[in-house]
């Protein structure tokens, strides 16, 4: 998640929200006060809950990441650990801040409820596996299911490997590049590939439906999808497998998917 901060009618100085935290030191811990979440500009932050007194990662968070978003929604003490993987530089939001930012801009509340919802089942699975409540993991189990244990890494690579863009497996993955009036970053952001600027804000979205992935193009892309070649119509979804090449306005990707 990107953000802009604004203060009264302007923009504040970027520094004023700036948390720079060594490797290795915590953030916060369970149990303390919070009223300010975090949104990471650089690094990598461990989430750590003690279980059976045993401290498990829950999640290992990156670049765009947020976390201690329940101390705001729900006025809550931490629910776990933030420690510092790396050097990490934070961007600091307390609850003026947040409130402002869903009131100019409801897409930043929308992709803030699919990641709490993806991150709650990860660690909903994790502590079943990890209490012994799990169902058997057998073929007839759903648990692969909703744990993705069973599923594929799913990935947009760029020629040359220079970069890759994960999918998301429940939720659908928008391409396209940052805009930078709101600060929305998409899912797959092609911004740093885009010299000629060929990409919409909003190209295109890749959804799962039954298991297979589709790609559909926005409504309002200018330089068109391309699924092998062919360009696609907007709005149709079009079936994507595993070598397939995609090209988003002038950006050349393939899509992948490793089986585990």
């Given at each position: 998640?990107?953000?802009?901060?604004?203060?009264?009618?302007?923009?504040?100085?970027?520094?004023?929200?700036?948390?720079?935290?060594?490797?290795?030191?915590?953030?916060?811990?369970?149990?303390?006060?919070?009223?300010?979440?975090?949104v990471?500009?650089?690094?990598t932050?461990d989430?750590?809950?003690k279980?059976?007194d045993?401290?498990?990662?829950?999640?290992?968070?990156?670049?765009g990441?947020?976390?201690?978003?329940?101390?705001?929604?729900?006025?809550?003490?931490?629910?776990?650990?933030?420690?510092a993987?790396?050097?990490?530089?934070?961007?600091?939001i307390?609850?003026?801040?947040?409130?402002?930012m869903?009131?100019?801009?409801?897409?930043?509340?929308?992709?803030?409820?699919?990641?709490?919802?993806?991150?709650?089942?990860e660690?909903?699975a994790l502590?079943?596996q990890?209490?012994?409540?799990?169902?058997?993991?057998d073929?007839?189990?759903?648990?692969?299911?909703?744990?993705?244990?069973?599923?594929?890494?799913f990935?947009?690579?760029a020629?040359?490997?220079?970069?890759?863009?994960?999918?998301?497996?429940?939720?659908?993955?928008?391409?396209?590049r940052i805009d930078?009036?709101?600060?929305?970053?998409?899912?797959v952001?092609?911004?740093?590939?885009?010299?000629?600027?060929?990409?919409?804000?909003?190209?295109?979205?890749?959804?799962?439906v039954?298991?297979?992935?589709?790609?559909?193009?926005?409504?309002?892309?200018?330089?068109g999808?391309?699924?092998?070649g062919?360009?696609i119509a907007?709005?149709?979804?079009?079936?994507?497998?595993?070598?397939?090449?995609?090209?988003?306005g002038?950006?050349?990707?393939?899509?992948?998917?490793?089986?585990?």
């Amino acid at each position: 998640m990107k953000v802009v901060l604004k203060s009264g009618g302007g923009a504040a100085s970027f520094e004023e929200y700036i948390v720079r935290v060594p490797a290795g030191e915590t953030v916060f811990s369970e149990g303390d006060v919070g009223t300010e979440m975090f949104v990471i500009q650089s690094g990598t932050v461990d989430i750590v809950k003690k279980v059976k007194d045993e401290a498990r990662v829950l999640s290992v968070l990156e670049r765009g990441d947020f976390f201690g978003e329940m101390s705001i929604l729900e006025d809550v003490p931490r629910t776990a650990d933030a420690i510092a993987r790396t050097d990490v530089e934070l961007v600091r939001i307390n609850q003026s801040t947040f409130d402002e930012m869903l009131r100019h801009n409801g897409e930043i509340a929308v992709r803030m409820l699919r990641k709490l919802s993806r991150r709650l089942r990860e660690t909903t699975a994790l502590l079943e596996q990890t209490t012994g409540e799990a169902p058997a993991l057998d073929e007839s189990s759903d648990f692969f299911e909703r744990t993705g244990a069973r599923d594929g890494i799913f990935r947009l690579v760029a020629d040359g490997g220079v970069e890759e863009f994960y999918l998301n497996r429940d939720t659908e993955t928008l391409v396209g590049r940052i805009d930078p009036v709101t600060g929305i970053r998409p899912d797959v952001d092609l911004t740093n590939l885009d010299g000629p600027r060929s990409v919409s804000r909003r190209h295109a979205k890749i959804v799962r439906v039954d298991g297979e992935f589709q790609v559909i193009e926005e409504i309002g892309t200018m330089n068109g999808t391309f699924v092998n070649g062919n360009r696609i119509a907007t709005g149709a979804p079009v079936p994507i497998h595993d070598g397939d090449r995609l090209r988003f306005g002038l950006v050349d990707l393939t899509f992948r998917v490793t089986r585990s």
